[in-house]
C-alpha cells in the first residue's frame, strides 16, 4: 500500500534539507552522489555528513512514527522505497540545475532499491520504536502512547444494488464505512460504523489500494469526530465544548489518550485547547513530545506554542538529549525562527554539536548565510577536528563569506595560512579584488603578499603589488628558485607573456608595464652582481650600464641585455684563462647563496656556459627582441578604484 500524502509530509521534513547544499559543478555533484551511494550501502562513521540520513533509511522505524497517520498498514519496505523515491526527486532536480544528465550521474534507483532494502523489509509491518537520544541511550515509548480510537475501513454490499445490474462495469455494488471504536477506559467502549461512500468497480487489487488511499483521510476525519464526542461527555464542564469539537488541533489532543487522562484528571483545563494552531494537535500529539511533557522538561502551554520547525527541533536525537540533561531549555527553542530551525536541523552543524565542537548556543549566534561553509564538503572536516573560533567566524560578512567557497581560497584557509580573523577585516573593495582578479589568490598561496594589504589598494598601488610581486619571481627564476604557480614553473617568457594581462587589469599603457618589468629584471642583476666580493671582468662598465638604465625614461634594451650576455661569456673566458680559485670554481662564504654568477661548475676545465646560463642568456636575447606595443589598450576590464 502507497503512503498517503501525511505520511509523505512527515517523510520529506526530515529528508529534503539533506539537499540544500549540494554542489552544482558536474564533477563535484557526480562525487557527491558517488559518496551518498557509498554512504547508504556501507556503514560509515557518526562524523560522516550522511550518517543521519542513512539512519533514517535504514532505522525507519526509530525515526518516524507514520502508523496514527493512516487507518490501513505499511511495510518497513514501503517506507524505505518511498525515502528512496524522495531521495531519486531531488537527485533529479539537482541534476537539472547543474545542467548535468541525470542518466550521467552513478546512482541507479532501482538498483539502490534492490541493493539497500532487505526482501523481507516488504512483508514486515511497519511499527515506531524508540528512538536513539544520543546514540548511548534511547528515548522509551510512553505507555499510554496513542489514541483512545481505532478504525477500519470495510466495504459492505450496496441493499440499492441488484443482481442484474451488479455485471455492468460502472455498477455501484458496495458502499465503503468507517467502523470506529473509542475506548474511554473502565471497560468504557463506544462503537460506530459510519458511512462513507459509494464504491465504483474496481478491476484489481491495486486499484483498490488508490481508492483506499483517497478515501483514508475522511474516514480518520470520521473517526476522530466520533471519538471526539464521546470524550467529551467524560471532561469537566466547559463552555467551550462546541468549539473544541469544531477544532481539527483540538480533537487531536482530546483523543491522544494520555492529554484525555490529564483533560479528565484536571491536569489539563479544556480551556487550553482554545486557539491552537492548525499545526499544534500533530505537534503535541508526537511521542517524543509528550514524554517530554511526562518528564517534566517542557510544560503543556509551552509545547503548544511550538512551530513545525521547532518540533522538528525538539524530536531531533541531537537536540532532544540536550534537554534531558538541562544543557539547553524550551525557551530556547521557542525564541527559534524557521531560518534558524533549518540552520540547526542541517547534518553537519548537528554534528558538530554533538561532538561539542560547537555548542548550541554559538550556533544560534551564527549568520544563516554562514551554513553554506558549514554545510560544504570543503570544510566538513576541517570544522570536525580544528578548534574553531566561533567568534571570529562569526564575524564573517555576507559579503566575505562567497570568497571561502572558492577552492583555492579555501586552501589557504584549510592549511591555516589565513584565519577567519583576516577574512573578517577584509574590505568589500578587498573582497571584489580577489574575486574580479583570481590570481591573486595563486599569489597569496605562496606569500608575495598579506592578505590584509588589499584593504589600501589603490589604482597606482595595485600596480605596484604586481610589479613586487614579478620582481620576487624573476628573482626566484634568476636564482634558479622558480615558482610554480598552477603547476606551471616560472621562466622570464611565460612571465613576459603576462604582461599584457597586467596592462589590461591596471589599466596602464603596455610599453610602460614592459618598462618597470625589464628594469626590475636588471635590477636583480644590478643587486646580485654587487654581493661579489672582488670585482669581475668588465664589472665597472656592466654596472655602470645597468645603473644608467633603471634611471632612464627609455633604454636600448637589446643592447643592454646583449652586453649583459657578453659580460657573463667574457668573464667565464677571462677567468678560466688565469685558472684562480675564483667564483666560477668555488663559492665564497659571504657571498648570496642564491647567485646566478656564483653557479658551481663540475668541471673546471668547461670554458662554454653551463646550460641554466645558456637558457638565461637566450630568455635575454629574447627580450633584446621584443616588439612594443605602440597600439592603445582596452582599458574595459581595468582596476579602477
Not at 529534503?16 to 559518496?35: K, M, R, T
Not at 483521510?217 to 473517526?223: D, F, L, V, W
Not at 636575447?621 to 612594443?628: C, G, S
Request: negative net charge; proline residues 4%; charged residues 20%.
Amino acid at each position: 500500500m502507497p503512503l498517503n500524502p501525511s505520511q509523505e509530509v512527515e517523510i520529506n521534513f526530515v529528508i529534503d534539507p539533506f539537499f540544500e547544499n549540494f554542489p552544482l559543478s558536474e564533477n563535484e555533484l557526480i562525487l557527491e552522489v558517488e559518496e551518498l551511494i557509498r554512504a547508504l550501502k556501507d556503514k560509515i562513521d557518526q562524523t560522516h555528513r550522511f550518517y543521519w540520513l542513512r539512519e533514517c533509511l535504514i532505522k525507519s522505524t526509530h525515526y518516524f512514527r507514520l502508523e496514527k497517520l493512516a487507518a490501513y498498514s505499511i511495510t518497513i519496505g514501503e517506507v524505505q522505497t518511498y525515502i528512496l523515491d524522495r531521495i531519486n526527486y531531488h537527485l533529479q532536480s539537482l541534476a537539472n540545475k547543474a545542467n548535468v544528465p541525470y542518466l550521467a550521474l552513478p546512482w541507479h534507483h532501482a538498483n539502490m532499491i534492490f541493493d539497500v532494502i532487505p526482501q523481507h523489509h516488504f512483508t514486515q509491518i511497519f511499527t515506531s520504536k524508540p528512538a536513539p537520544y544520543d546514540g548511548l541511550s534511547t528515548l522509551p515509548l510512553p505507555a499510554d502512547m496513542g489514541f483512545i480510537y481505532s478504525y477500519t475501513i470495510i466495504s459492505l454490499p450496496n441493499d440499492e444494488s441488484d443482481s442484474a445490474n451488479s455485471q455492468q462495469s460502472n455498477q455501484i455494488q458496495y458502499t465503503a464505512y468507517v467502523q470506529v471504536k473509542a475506548d474511554c477506559g473502565d471497560e468504557h467502549i463506544y462503537e460506530e460504523t459510519i458511512e462513507l461512500e459509494n464504491v465504483p468497480y474496481l478491476n484489481n487489487d491495486r486499484e483498490e489500494d488508490q481508492f483506499t488511499l483517497r478515501i483514508e483521510s475522511t474516514a480518520r476525519a470520521k473517526a476522530e469526530k466520533f471519538a471526539a464526542n464521546v470524550a467529551m461527555n467524560y471532561l469537566p464542564h466547559s463552555n467551550c465544548k462546541s468549539e473544541l469539537i469544531r477544532s481539527r488541533s483540538a480533537r487531536q489532543i482530546i483523543t491522544y489518550r494520555y492529554y484525555f487522562n490529564s483533560l479528565v484528571n484536571n491536569e489539563i483545563a479544556p480551556i487550553e485547547l482554545s486557539n491552537l494552531s492548525v499545526y499544534a494537535g500533530d505537534i503535541l500529539t508526537d511521542s517524543v513530545i509528550v514524554e517530554l511533557i511526562k518528564m517534566g522538561i517542557c510544560d503543556f502551554n509551552s509545547a503548544k506554542e511550538l512551530t513545525r520547525s521547532q518540533k522538528a527541533i525538539v524530536i531531533h536525537p541531537v537536540y532532544s538529549s540536550l534537554l534531558t540533561q538541562n544543557l539547553i531549555s524550551m525557551a530556547d527553542i521557542i525564541d527559534l525562527e524557521n531560518d534558524r530551525c533549518k540552520f540547526l536541523l542541517q547534518t553537519p552543524i548537528a554534528g558538530l554539536i554533538q561532538r561539542k565542537k560547537l555548542n548550541f548556543y554559538q550556533a544560534i549566534t551564527v549568520p544563516i548565510y554562514l551554513e553554506k561553509i558549514l554545510t560544504n564538503s570543503l570544510y566538513l572536516n576541517f570544522f570536525a577536528k580544528e578548534n574553531i573560533n566561533w567568534a571570529e567566524f562569526c564575524n564573517i560578512k555576507d559579503y566575505q563569506y562567497p570568497l571561502l567557497l572558492e577552492n583555492k581560497f579555501s586552501s589557504l584557509c584549510l592549511n591555516k595560512q589565513i584565519d577567519f580573523k583576516k577574512i573578517n577585516r577584509l574590505t568589500d573593495l578587498a573582497v571584489f579584488i580577489l574575486e574580479e582578479y583570481p590570481h591573486l589568490v595563486d599569489w597569496l598561496e605562496h606569500k608575495f603578499f598579506t592578505l590584509n594589504e588589499l584593504n589600501y589598494l589603490d589604482s597606482n598601488s595595485f600596480f605596484d603589488l604586481h610589479l613586487r610581486v614579478y620582481a620576487t619571481r624573476l628573482h626566484a627564476i634568476y636564482c634558479s628558485t622558480p615558482y610554480t604557480i598552477n603547476n606551471q614553473e616560472d621562466n622570464v617568457a611565460t612571465l613576459l607573456d603576462e604582461l599584457p594581462n597586467v596592462a589590461i587589469d591596471c589599466g596602464i599603457d603596455i610599453n610602460q608595464v614592459q618598462q618597470r618589468f625589464f628594469q626590475q629584471l636588471i635590477s636583480i642583476i644590478r643587486i646580485d652582481l654587487a654581493t661579489i666580493n672582488r670585482k669581475l671582468p668588465l664589472y665597472d662598465e656592466i654596472l655602470h650600464k645597468i645603473n644608467h638604465a633603471e634611471k632612464a625614461m627609455q633604454v636600448d634594451w637589446r643592447t643592454l641585455f646583449n652586453n649583459i650576455i657578453k659580460f657573463v661569456n667574457d668573464a667565464h673566458c677571462q677567468t678560466n684563462a688565469n685558472r684562480p680559485i675564483s667564483f666560477l670554481t668555488k663559492k665564497q662564504t659571504q657571498t648570496s647563496k642564491y647567485s646566478f654568477f656564483y653557479q658551481k661548475r663540475q668541471k673546471i676545465e668547461k670554458i662554454s656556459l653551463s646550460k641554466q646560463e645558456k637558457k638565461f642568456c637566450e630568455t635575454l636575447l629574447k627580450l633584446a627582441n621584443v616588439t612594443v606595443n605602440t597600439q592603445p589598450i582596452s582599458t574595459a576590464k581595468s582596476m579602477s578604484i
